[in-house]
C-alpha cells in the first residue's frame, strides 16, 4: 500500500467534546477511538493507507477525562477541512453515524476562526433585533397566534390586539403552516395589517413573524411573499426544514429578515439525557452558526422537562463568545407565572425573549389587555430585582 | 365566546399510534390527552371556542392499552386537513412538540388514502430499482467508496473495481461531501466514469449514487449536474438535509432518479428506546412517504445496537401495505461476514440490499476479487437456504 498525501490541509482543526457512557477508563478511550474513525474515515484503522489520512483526516484522541460515574469526557479534534466549510457536512463530521450509538452525546463544539469565517451567523443578533424594535433594554415579550382552526381574519385581528397590549413579537403558533382555514398568504395579509394598525396607535414597531413550514421548494418564495407584505420576521423549525434551512434564509440579503428558530421535532436530540446533542450545542451554538437570531425552547418549571441547569446552559450558549458570530435572544416557553418571573430574570438577565402562549388567554378574553398586565408584569419585576 | 366554525373539513382523520410511559391507565390517559392538546392547538382546553375545533381540529383520543410494565400504547386520531398535506407539516403534526417530552415515542402511523394520495413516494421502490439494474430477483449488493481523504481519480479507480466485481450499487461514503480533496464534480465525473467503464466489461448495469450533503441551495444544482454526468441514482441524508429534501429530488420528473436515504444524524430518533420514533415509523414509513427508494439503516450484529427485531420491524415497514406508495429495498449495512449472510436472507428475504463497506477491503487489496467473492458468497448462500 502506497503512501497516499492529502493536498489542501491547513492543519488548522476544530475540537468537538463528548461525554461518553463507559465502565472504565480504557473502555471510553475505545469509545472515543471508535468516534475518531466512525465520524471521519469509517474504514478499518489497521487497512488505511499510511500517510495523511491517518495523521490528519482521522478524528484525533485529544484528551479523555471523567466526568462522573461510569461517565467520561473525551475532546477529539478534526481538520477543518474535512467539513468542506458548509453546515451540513459539519453536523455530520460532528455527530452522523455516532449519533446512532447509544451513550454518546455531544457536549460542545470548539470551533476555530476558520469554521467560523466559514459562517455568516445571525444577521442581527441581540443588538439588530433590538433596534429593529426600538426596545434598547427591557426583556421582550412574545406570543403566539393560536389555537389552530382559526380564520386568518380571527388570527389577525388577534395579532392586532396582542400589538395594541405591547407585545413586541407576534409568532404563528409553529402548528399554523398553509392549511385551507388559514391559507400562509392570506393569514400574513391579515396578520401584518393587524400589526400595522396596533402599531400606528401605539407608536411602537411590534413584529409579525409567520412560521414558514412549507415544502423546501416553497420555502424562499414564501419567506419573500411574507417580507414583501410586510411581515417583520420569520419562525422557522429547523427540525422540519432542516437547519441549514435557517442558514439559507439568514444568508439572504434580499430577505433581511429577523429569524426565531423553533424546537418542533428536535427534542429526540436531547431527551435521552446520555445521547445526542446537548442543550447548549443545540439550542445555542448550532442554532448561532445556522443564523437564528433568536431561539425558542421550553422553559424550566412548565410542562416540558427541561432543568433550570439546562436552560441555563442554553441561555450561556446564546451569548457565549464566538468570533464574529453574535449572541442571540434565548426564548424560553411556556412555564410563565407571576412567581417565575424574577427566577427567570435572575437566570436569564435582561437578554431575554419572555414566550406567553395560553397564559395571555387565560388572563381574559380580552388580549391587549392581557398583554399590558403581562408587560407590566415584567417591567415591576425587572425593576425591583 | 362564540362558536367556531372551521371550512373545509371532510371528516376524514388518520391516526398515530403512540407509546407512552405512564405508572397506571389513568396516568396513559391523560399523557394522551396532552398529546391531542400539544400536536394540534396548543391551548387550555377550557379556553378552545365551542365548536369545529374541539370538535375535529383536536386530536381525538381513540384507545389506550396496556403494553407491558408501566407502558401504554394509545392511538389518537387528527383530522387530515391540519396537515396541509405536506409532508413538514405532517411529521410536525405526527410528533413536533412531543419530542421534546421523555418518554413519548411514535410506534407507527396509520395513514389514510387522502394522505397517501398526497405523496408520490419513491419513483422506482423495489420493482423499478430492479429494472434499472437488469437484477430480476437476487439480493442487490452495495459498497460504498472511502476512505475520505482519497483523491477523485482514487475514488474513480475504486469504483472501476467495485464495478468490474460485480457490486450493483456504488455509493459516496456518507463523509464525502465537497471537499477540497475530492470535490463532488469531479468525484461524480470520475466514479461515473470508472463504472461505466466497467459495466462496459461486464456488461451488467451497476450504478453510480452520490452522496448530496451540501448547503440546500445547491442540492437541485448538484443533483442535476451528477444527473447529467451519469450518475445512476443520488444519496442523500435526510438527518442533514431535511426530510422534505428527498420529497422534492424524488418528486423532480426531470431529475428521476433512485434515491438511497442514509441514516447520519437520525440515530438519536429511535437510540433512547422509550422516547423519540420507532424503527417502523422512521426507516420505513416516512422514508418511503418521502420518496426513498432504499433505506440504509445498521444492520443487528454489528458495530451499531440495533437489534434483529428492530431490523425485522423496517423489513416489514419497507414492504407494509401504503396505498400506492411502493415498496422499497431495506439496505442493512456493517455487521456482515460470512456466517451472518443466511440468517440476514431469512429476516430480509431476497429484496434486499447487502451493503457490505469495509470488509470488502478486508478481503484484501484486490477490490474486484472482493466484490466477486461477496456477490458469489450471497449467490452460494441463497441459493441453500
Aim: with cysteine; net charge negative; charged share 20%.
Amino acid at each position: 500500500v502506497h503512501h497516499v498525501s492529502v493536498p489542501g490541509l491547513s492543519g488548522d482543526r476544530f475540537a468537538v467534546i463528548y461525554s461518553v457512557a463507559a465502565e472504565n477508563e480504557a473502555s471510553a478511550r475505545q469509545r472515543a477511538l471508535d468516534i475518531c474513525l466512525e465520524q471521519t474515515v469509517e474504514f478499518p484503522p489497521d487497512l488505511l493507507p499510511p500517510g495523511d489520512i491517518p495523521d490528519h483526516i482521522l478524528g484525533r484522541l485529544e484528551a479523555v477525562e471523567p466526568q462522573g460515574s461510569n461517565r467520561y469526557q473525551v475532546r477529539i479534534s478534526y481538520a477543518v477541512e474535512i467539513t468542506g466549510f458548509e453546515l451540513t457536512q459539519l453536523v455530520n463530521v460532528v455527530f452522523g453515524n455516532s449519533s446512532i450509538k447509544p451513550g454518546l452525546r455531544v457536549e460542545r463544539l470548539a470551533l476555530t476562526a476558520p469554521l467560523h469565517r466559514a459562517f455568516r451567523g445571525p444577521r442581527f443578533g441581540r443588538t439588530g433585533l433590538r433596534e429593529l424594535l426600538g426596545v434598547p433594554e427591557r426583556p421582550l415579550l412574545c406570543t403566539a397566534l393560536k389555537p389552530m382552526g382559526l380564520s386568518a381574519a380571527r388570527l389577525g385581528e388577534m395579532a392586532y390586539q396582542c400589538a395594541l397590549g405591547g407585545i413586541d413579537l407576534i409568532k404563528d403558533d409553529h402548528g399554523l403552516a398553509d392549511q385551507s382555514f388559514a391559507p400562509f398568504r392570506e393569514r400574513v395579509l391579515r396578520c401584518v395589517e393587524g400589526v400595522a394598525r396596533a402599531n400606528h396607535v401605539t407608536g411602537e414597531h411590534c413584529l409579525y413573524l409567520p412560521h414558514l413550514a412549507g415544502p423546501l421548494d416553497t420555502l424562499q418564495e414564501r419567506a419573500h411573499f411574507a417580507r414583501e407584505a410586510g411581515a417583520g420576521g420569520l419562525m422557522v423549525a429547523p427540525g422540519l426544514v432542516g437547519l441549514d434551512a435557517v442558514r439559507l434564509l439568514a444568508n439572504d440579503n434580499t430577505l433581511n429578515l429577523p429569524l426565531l428558530s423553533h424546537p418542533a421535532l428536535l427534542g429526540s436530540y436531547v431527551t435521552s439525557g446520555d445521547s445526542g446533542l446537548s442543550h447548549f450545542t443545540l439550542f445555542g451554538q448550532l442554532m448561532r452558526l445556522a443564523g437564528a437570531d433568536a431561539v425558542i425552547f421550553p422553559n424550566y418549571g412548565g410542562r416540558f422537562s427541561f432543568s433550570r441547569g439546562e436552560c441555563q446552559s442554553i441561555s450561556d450558549s446564546t451569548r457565549s463568545p464566538m468570533g464574529h458570530i453574535r449572541p442571540i435572544f434565548p426564548a424560553p416557553g411556556g412555564g410563565m407565572s407571576l412567581d417565575s418571573v424574577p427566577d427567570m430574570l435572575q437566570l436569564y438577565g435582561s437578554d431575554v425573549i419572555f414566550l406567553i402562549g395560553g397564559g395571555l388567554h387565560r388572563h381574559g378574553p380580552d388580549l391587549a389587555a392581557g398583554a399590558r398586565h403581562f408587560r407590566e408584569l415584567v417591567s415591576v419585576t425587572q425593576h425591583s430585582t
